[in-house]
């Protein structure tokens, strides 16, 4: 009876696998399906298109950076820039990214930007969830992604470190598949080098992340595959070479990391439970489950996750570091089988009318210390060439406006003396302030509204005056020799 069932549902064509459209999806595929387009494609647009990725002020001076290099035709070796360390070398080493960024806002403004931040996401968490759909379940994957999204939450910026996240999870990926053959990576995968080495200056930590998964390939294959990881770390090491900078390019990021101002910036002041406590709520969720499970991880992977937790200590900047080879690292190990329902790749189709809502969708970044759009409106045409003394995050507005800045968030080119005096003088050091005037002849100032212990003794001397303030700022000016101090209005 069957058969002659099935014998009919042929002669009328209905022994056919059914179409995307007729067939019935099982509730774990459904689920399965919702979980991957909340995760990887609706996250990383709620934060694309959220103020919380344009906060930050060297987010406008990369786009400026990236378009000088497009107008140019070259990368800049030294300071275009500013008018305090003009002409000083400047090793331009994320300029691949900042091109990106620039070209972007050139097409579409602030939503080229939002739709270059979503995705680069959607494309980290798109590495991210089919790596682990394969080796663990659907809700361990999920759920590894959420606590990877709180973890980068903080540092989702339209700046080159997100570019570079894909790179590191992709080159991640390439090892641990490697290892699991029990082999050693393509030599062609080395050229993804080439790009992160000229895309972000985190690119000195894919030489240990190779080494750590090397290390457990070759202990697992009882040294038959070493020389082969070998070869692949010294090909891996010429490649980060093929820098743009050339060998000042691979020593910068040393060179930066060894500065002693860094703890004034905030993403290098060590990790704290006040500065990132959703670090460390998902540190302790992430060690408990490991316990809970009794979970063995290889020592080559241990070592790699020790090194980047200590770093992520060291320096808030380095938990996105640490969250994402994490995520990448320790649910497969968790030996939770993967869903029968695997979720299509063609799913991830689904990004590109969200890419094109944040590209399209009307896109101006809040007003604020990141974006002073009105303060600097509001600064004449005749002082737009004079020397000011601005606030640390006003630097990148007032070059993509192009104002020259006192200081911007270059804090390396500027070096530890310039910003340690620049320090002083914010917290209101009105000899140190008065001594850097005479000498870079300061003719304004650009302030936020709450310095009041530099404003207010520089306007209580008689020698400065209000020119405009507004909910973002201040801008004072310089009072002429014999003119008194009121002698100008004072807008709001």
């Given at each position: 009876?069957?058969?002659?069932?099935?014998?009919?549902?042929?002669?009328?064509?209905?022994?056919?696998?059914?179409?995307?459209?007729?067939?019935?999806?099982?509730?774990?595929?459904?689920?399965?399906?919702?979980?991957?387009?909340?995760?990887?494609?609706?996250?990383?647009?709620?934060?694309?298109?959220?103020?919380?990725?344009?906060?930050?002020?060297?987010?406008?001076?990369?786009?400026?950076?990236?378009?000088?290099?497009?107008?140019?035709?070259?990368?800049?070796?030294?300071?275009?820039?500013?008018?305090?360390?003009?002409?000083?070398?400047?090793?331009?080493?994320?300029?691949?990214?900042?091109?990106?960024?620039?070209?972007?806002?050139?097409?579409?403004?602030?939503?080229?930007?939002?739709?270059?931040?979503?995705?680069?996401?959607?494309?980290?968490?798109?590495?991210?969830?089919?790596?682990?759909?394969?080796?663990?379940?659907?809700?361990?994957?999920?759920?590894?992604?959420?606590?990877?999204?709180?973890?980068?939450?903080?540092?989702?910026?339209?700046?080159?470190?997100?570019?570079?996240?894909?790179?590191?999870?992709?080159?991640?990926?390439?090892?641990?598949?490697?290892?699991?053959?029990?082999?050693?990576?393509?030599?062609?995968?080395?050229?993804?080098?080439?790009?992160?080495?000229?895309?972000?200056?985190?690119?000195?930590?894919?030489?240990?992340?190779?080494?750590?998964?090397?290390?457990?390939?070759?202990?697992?294959?009882?040294?038959?595959?070493?020389?082969?990881?070998?070869?692949?770390?010294?090909?891996?090491?010429?490649?980060?070479?093929?820098?743009?900078?050339?060998?000042?390019?691979i020593l910068q990021p040393f060179r930066t990391?060894?500065?002693?101002?860094?703890?004034?910036?905030?993403?290098?002041?060590?990790?704290?439970?006040?500065?990132?406590?959703?670090?460390?709520?998902?540190?302790?969720?992430?060690?408990?489950?490991?316990?809970?499970?009794?979970?063995?991880?290889?020592?080559?992977?241990?070592?790699?996750?020790l090194v980047l937790l200590g770093l992520a200590?060291?320096?808030?900047?380095?938990?996105?570091?640490?969250?994402?080879?994490?995520?990448?690292?320790?649910?497969?190990?968790?030996?939770?089988?993967?869903?029968?329902?695997?979720?299509?790749?063609?799913?991830?189709?689904?990004?590109?009318?969200?890419?094109?809502?944040?590209?399209?969708?009307?896109?101006t970044p809040p007003e604020g210390r990141a974006?002073?759009?009105?303060?600097?409106?509001?600064?004449?045409?005749?002082?737009?060439?004079?020397?000011?003394?601005?606030?640390?995050?006003?630097?990148?507005?007032?070059?993509?406006?192009?104002?020259?800045?006192?200081?911007?968030?270059?804090?390396?080119?500027?070096?530890?003396?310039?910003?340690?005096?620049?320090?002083?003088?914010?917290?209101?050091?009105?000899?140190?302030?008065?001594?850097?005037?005479?000498?870079?002849?300061?003719?304004?100032?650009?302030?936020?509204?709450?310095?009041?212990?530099?404003?207010?003794?520089?306007?209580?001397?008689?020698?400065?005056?209000?020119?405009?303030?507004?909910?973002?700022?201040?801008?004072?000016?310089?009072?002429?020799?014999?003119?008194?101090?009121?002698?100008?209005?004072?807008?709001?």
């Amino acid at each position: 009876m069957k058969a002659d069932v099935a014998a009919l549902k042929a002669e009328n064509g209905q022994s056919r696998s059914p179409s995307l459209f007729t067939r019935e999806f099982a509730p774990g595929e459904m689920a399965a399906h919702f979980l991957f387009i909340a995760v990887v494609l609706g996250i990383p647009l709620g934060f694309a298109i959220s103020p919380l990725a344009f906060r930050d002020g060297d987010v406008s001076w990369q786009i400026a950076a990236g378009r000088w290099i497009i107008a140019h035709g070259r990368i800049p070796t030294s300071d275009p820039f500013s008018f305090t360390v003009a002409g000083h070398p400047w090793v331009a080493m994320e300029w691949l990214s900042e091109i990106v960024y620039a070209t972007a806002y050139r097409l579409a403004g602030w939503g080229g930007e939002a739709a270059t931040v979503a995705a680069a996401l959607i494309a980290l968490n798109a590495l991210a969830f089919f790596y682990l759909q394969r080796r663990a379940s659907v809700v361990v994957a999920s759920a590894s992604l959420l606590m990877l999204e709180i973890v980068l939450a903080p540092f989702v910026l339209a700046r080159p470190h997100l570019l570079a996240w894909p790179l590191l999870a992709g080159w991640t990926i390439v090892l641990l598949r490697a290892a699991e053959e029990g082999r050693p990576p393509s030599l062609w995968w080395t050229l993804m080098l080439v790009v992160w080495t000229n895309a972000h200056a985190s690119f000195p930590l894919a030489l240990p992340i190779a080494a750590a998964i090397g290390l457990d390939s070759a202990i697992e294959a009882r040294w038959t595959n070493f020389r082969h990881w070998l070869v692949f770390g010294i090909v891996s090491l010429l490649a980060l070479m093929v820098n743009a900078n050339g060998v000042v390019g691979i020593l910068q990021p040393f060179r930066t990391a060894s500065l002693t101002m860094l703890p004034l910036i905030g993403e290098w002041r060590p990790s704290s439970t006040e500065n990132t406590p959703e670090f460390f709520a998902i540190l302790l969720l992430g060690f408990g489950g490991i316990l809970w499970t009794g979970l063995r991880v290889p020592l080559g992977r241990l070592l790699l996750l020790l090194v980047l937790l200590g770093l992520a200590f060291q320096h808030v900047r380095h938990q996105a570091t640490f969250a994402i080879v994490a995520a990448l690292v320790i649910p497969p190990l968790l030996n939770s089988r993967p869903s029968a329902a695997q979720v299509p790749k063609w799913l991830l189709l689904g990004c590109v009318p969200m890419l094109a809502y944040a590209l399209l969708a009307p896109m101006t970044p809040p007003e604020g210390r990141a974006n002073p759009r009105s303060l600097i409106a509001a600064v004449p045409a005749s002082l737009r060439s004079q020397p000011v003394f601005n606030e640390y995050s006003f630097g990148g507005p007032l070059i993509l406006a192009g104002i020259k800045p006192y200081i911007d968030g270059r804090a390396e080119i500027y070096g530890d003396a310039f910003v340690a005096n620049y320090m002083k003088i914010i917290k209101g050091d009105i000899p140190a302030f008065d001594r850097t005037a005479r000498q870079y002849r300061i003719r304004w100032v650009m302030l936020p509204r709450e310095s009041k212990t530099l404003l207010d003794p520089l306007e209580a001397s008689g020698k400065w005056r209000r020119l405009y303030s507004d909910k973002v700022g201040v801008i004072d000016v310089r009072v002429p020799a014999g003119q008194p101090q009121n002698g100008g209005a004072v807008r709001q």
